[in-house]
């Protein structure tokens, strides 16, 4: 039964309800990345691209992590590691070598 201040009776029920994240307690409690980038992402995806230069840019570093430094990546296997992420993994792709965070040459991708 729930009291008036919101809580259910039951000593467990209580604290589970304590203990349960709330807004973006949920996105930080699933997301791997610096809390600053939480509200861009749900679910290891990201929601939604940020319009504004300084947080694009972090979001793109921290996508940037995805790729191996020195490995070499076939355009193929950039978009397929892209997808995972967002939808839109061309503009991702097109945004990270613009940022100078990957490099291309000759249709092979590296991590700048």
Do not use: C, W
């Not at 945004?95 to 991590?111: N, S």
């Amino acid at each position: 039964m729930a009291t008036r201040s919101g809580l259910t009776t039951g000593t467990s029920r209580i604290v589970a309800r304590m203990q349960r994240p709330k807004g973006n307690d949920v996105r930080r409690a699933t997301f791997d990345g610096p809390p600053e980038l939480a509200a861009f992402f749900r679910n290891g995806r990201l929601e939604t691209i940020p319009a504004a230069r300084d947080r694009r840019q972090a979001v793109l570093a921290h996508l940037a992590e995805r790729f191996e430094p020195g490995r070499e990546y076939g355009e193929d296997e950039v978009n397929r590691i892209l997808q995972g992420v967002h939808a839109d993994h061309a503009t991702l792709r097109r945004y990270l070598i613009d940022a100078g965070l990957l490099r291309r040459e000759r249709g092979v991708y590296r991590r700048a």
